[in-house]
């Protein structure tokens, strides 16, 4: 976002802050963190069993388990919704100054 703020601006100059940033970033953090906390005091992981048995052979696994699909479809969608925002501005900052570009540097 700041490479797009920066040069998507046009013709005026533009300046942003650490500051700035981070004001940016972190509600986004706090987001996911209370979706983490929710999920983790309303639907926590439970220890599950598994046995195969295949003739001769027993398997014993344990997994972590949902009661419900939701923590993983909250998840999908927010993760889903941070890449595409960012695949957007990856496409909208494809074509950098020289300056900016800081792999040929």
Known sequence: ??????VGSGLRAVTMTHVQAARLTVPLIALQTLILLI??????YKRTEIIDNDGSDVTLRYICSHD???????????EGGLVLVGC???FKTRHL?????????
């Open 1 to 6: 976002y700041r490479m797009y703020k920066l």
């Open 97 to 105: 100054r020289h300056e900016f570009n800081e792999s040929k540097q």
């Open 88 to 90: 957007v501005l990856a």
């Open 39 to 44: 999920f983790s005091f309303v639907d926590p």
């Open 68 to 78: 419900t699909d939701a923590f993983f479809a909250v998840m999908l969608i927010y």
